[in-house]
């Protein structure tokens, strides 16, 4: 099955500083790349997502990389926000040939912004 | 209230017991996931249901969790014979189909066996 790892655990930066969270994959037949938010207390929310067919994909200060040759992908947020503090999922499926969207999620990156 | 909800919030329950947790999801959605999400680690697949079809249970870690999703909407987890591997906080996800599309969380139930 779908192994997927994720770096850094922790990200400590100044706000206006730029963030980049790393992440793997094994299943070269995963097709679609999802980035979720996590506070405190809450479920996860989508912030970003790509499909295999594209290489990146930016919506206001976040963008997300993928590399499918590499089996890898990033997340990179700039001009950082205390708002931003959180922990901050990757994940990856196969959701686009069908058999639904099971995700596979990396172990989290914990987003500290500091003043 | 668009959103999904889970209920409840919290649960504590002993070790032995069964308990059952509940997810409404957001309405139209037709697919529907529960996931789980263990101290400091990544959220694990439990299972998919999408439509009338039969649900994907590949995730379920063993034959005393069980799921149903009555009427393609409310869906149900049960865990029989809790033990405390099983604390965790439990998470359902809706989205519009069962295709990459954005899946909605909910806010989980926190699950601790004592």
């Known amino acids: 099955g779908e192994n997927v790892e994720q770096h850094p655990s922790t990200l400590s930066v100044q706000e206006g500083d730029s963030a980049v969270i790393k992440c793997t994959y094994s299943?070269?037949?995963?097709?679609?790349f999802p980035w979720y938010k996590q506070e405190l207390g809450k479920g996860p929310q989508l912030i970003i997502d790509?499909?295999?067919?594209?290489g990146e994909k930016k919506d206001q200060r976040i963008a997300v990389t993928l590399n499918k040759t590499a089996k890898h992908f990033s997340l990179h947020i700039t001009e950082t926000q205390p708002e931003d503090s959180a922990v901050y999922f990757c994940a990856a499926s196969r959701g686009l040939t069908g058999g639904g969207n099971k995700l596979t999620f990396g172990t989290g990156t914990q987003l500290k912004v500091e003043l | 209230g668009a959103g999904v909800s889970q209920s409840p919030s919290n649960k504590v329950t002993e070790k032995g017991k069964d308990v059952e947790l509940r997810c409404d999801p957001i309405s139209g959605h037709t697919a529907l996931y529960w996931y789980r999400q263990s101290l400091g680690q990544g959220l694990e697949f439990l299972i998919y249901f999408q439509g009338n079809s039969a649900p994907d249970k590949s995730g379920l870690p063993s034959d005393r969790f069980s799921a149903e999703r009555t009427g393609g909407s409310v869906s149900t987890l049960t865990i029989q014979r809790t033990q405390q591997e099983d604390s965790a906080v439990y998470l359902c996800?809706?989205?519009?189909?069962?295709?990459?599309?954005?899946?909605?969380f909910g806010q989980g139930t926190r699950l601790t066996v004592v």
């Open positions: 996800a809706s989205s519009l189909t069962g295709g990459a599309t954005e899946a909605f």
């Open positions: 299943d070269s037949a995963s097709n679609y």
């Open positions: 790509i499909r295999s067919n594209v």
